[in-house]
């Protein structure tokens, strides 16, 4: 949401990211692949194999100094970064001691034409107890509390989560706890207002409503629970059990082991419908699978064994890969539903905003609903990707995700509701052009009378070839006006004539209601619109 009303339209936000604002720490990431071909690495080419020719030119682009007038072009996805934040502290409860993380990567996606940021933010800690892991997992992405329990804490959110900088010190904590803060916000703008360190590392980006100034505004297209991805290595996976699976693969919170966090009918489906278990045998001890893939839409969830070289190392093995190319597919996967939902918000935007009865409000509508048009034209061919990869582990996973995503239901509903809006429109020109050329064949059909008669006349009806020039000026404003006067006189009662025609042309009508029907359209009053 542009702070600037003349940004409306821009397709390059980034260009308003202005990095010299006194309290941005953003910086562009120019090079995907680093800057020097000696800092090139095993596991890029890795990633850039992983992905189908399309999938390959929409992340990457095509390479500086090719020709770019001819080709692809440059990737449609520009990468800001910002280092200043490098751990972040998570206060659980009272009775734990709080828990840092280091944070790895803190960066913000643009996409060329479309209104979409996505924050991507990575954090890592080793020798955690299960439950603690399992409750940063439920509890840290939490944008604002969904509600607040007895002693004010924000509901289902870490009781307090605080940036650090490399020296130690605090760069921003949570306000979770502030209930009239939130309560405030939402009844002034019927929207939630995010959490105070969240606010922080968006800067010098700023919350809709909010009125503080920013050189963009932006507001979340879902709800205040954000979607992750977790790289979990134990001592042994094997260990684990069902319910440990459960809580894992739908981010519940931390619960015994030997309990389930739901019904069991509830989860007949689990394994079937949340796990990938291409590598995973549990009967087999020891033995090479011991990896488990949990996805549920909303979280994908990697747990395989710590001494296994294959699954920890960061180039050639799983951490590598999960880090990499399963990041870009979770990426993707979850860049089309935001775009899918912006389309469909900005189509109610503009059905809600039509007024049928007031021109200016049709003539709106429609300049919005061809834009529309055009921009989800260009998400189709530029961005919409049924498949990513032929890699069979890859493929499984993408489809895994976008099938709880259901964002290929999504797509054809979106698809739908545009095709009908084209309908409309065109349906709307028509109808529009029917009734012009109904009001011009009225006029054509009554001027045949003036035309035949003046024709079977000839041009001496009235004899001034002798006359001064003047006189000859005053016949012909005359004959003019009065020829005008009847075509606009027939314009306007061409839609009572229209109809009144089509009693004329009716044999089984009298010649009293031919004329009576006449009669009725040249007196009929024009409607008031």
């Known amino acids: 949401m542009p702070a600037d009303s003349n940004a409306a339209a821009s397709s390059r936000y980034w260009d308003l990211f202005d990095l010299r604002h006194p309290e941005s720490r953003w910086r562009e990431v120019e090079k995907t692949f680093g800057d020097h071909p000696d800092a090139f690495r095993e596991r890029y080419y890795k990633e850039f194999v992983t992905f189908l020719p399309y999938v390959q030119r929409f992340l990457y682009g095509e390479a500086p100094g090719e020709d770019t ?27 734990t001691a709080p828990v840092t993380f280091s944070i790895e990567t803190v960066d913000l996606y643009f996409f060329y034409d479309i209104d979409i940021v996505i924050l991507h933010l990575e954090i890592a800690a080793d020798d955690l107890p299960l439950p ?23 509901g289902q959110c870490l009781q307090s989560v605080e940036w650090l900088a490399a020296d130690g010190s605090s760069l921003a904590t949570s306000d979770y706890g502030d209930r009239e803060k939130y309560l405030r916000f939402f009844s002034r703008h019927h929207t939630p207002v ?10 010098p980006m700023s919350l809709y409503h909010s009125g503080v100034p920013g050189v963009l505004r932006y507001r979340q297209i879902e709800y205040h629970r954000m979607p992750l991805m977790a790289y979990l290595a134990f001592d042994e996976p094997r260990d684990l059990t069902r319910g440990d699976f459960v809580r894992l ?14 019904s069991e009918a509830s989860l007949a489906d689990f394994e079937k419908l949340y796990c990938y278990d291409r590598f995973w045998e549990p009967s087999v ?3 090479p699978l011991n990896s488990r893939y949990l996805c549920c839409g909303h979280a994908l969830v990697i747990v395989g064994k710590a001494g296994d070289a294959f699954f920890t190392d960061g180039d050639t093995g799983m951490l590598g890969q999960f880090r990499h190319q399963y990041f870009l597919m979770g990426m993707i996967a979850h860049f089309h539903k935001a775009a899918l939902h912006l389309f ?7 059905i809600s905003q039509l007024d049928a009865h007031r021109r200016e409000s049709v003539r709106r509508f429609k300049r919005d609903i061809r834009h529309i ?25 993408f489809n895994l995700m976008i099938g709880h995503l259901a964002t290929n239901r999504l797509y054809g509903d979106i698809n739908e509701a545009v095709r009908e809006m084209a309908e409309f429109l065109e349906a709307d020109d028509l109808r529009r052009q029917s009734e012009t050329v109904k009001r011009l064949t009225v006029v054509t059909t009554l001027s045949i009378i003036g035309t035949v008669a003046t024709g079977f006349l000839g041009m001496n009806l009235i004899n001034a070839a002798d006359q001064p020039f003047w006189v000859k000026a005053v016949y012909f404003s005359a004959v003019v006006l009065v020829f005008a006067l009847v075509v606009f006189f027939t314009v306007s009662k061409s839609t009572a004539l229209a ?25 009929a009053r024009l409607p008031k619109r």
């Open 69 to 95: 007038t001819t080709g692809y072009g440059l990737s449609p996805i520009r990468v800001f970064r910002r280092d200043d934040v490098t751990a972040v502290r998570m206060s659980f409860d009272e009775q």
């Open 499 to 523: 109809e009144s025609l089509d009693v004329v042309a009716n044999e089984r009508a009298s010649a009293e209601s031919k004329l009576m029907a006449l009669m009725r359209a040249l007196s």
């Open 194 to 203: 995010n959490a105070r360190h969240w606010e922080f590392l968006l800067r």
């Open 344 to 350: 469909s918000e900005r189509l109610v935007s503009a």
């Open 373 to 397: 048009m055009g921009a989800f034209l260009r998400f189709s061919h530029r961005y919409w990707f049924h498949e990513v990869s032929n890699q069979a582990q890859a493929r499984d996973l």
């Open 132 to 154: 603690l892991a399992q409750q940063a997992l439920f509890s840290f992405g939490r944008a604002y509390p969904a509600f607040w329990d007895a002693s004010d804490h924000g």
């Open 249 to 262: 693969a739908l981010i519940t919170k931390p619960g015994d082991s030997r309990t389930l966090p739901y």
């Open 285 to 287: 001890n020891p033995g």
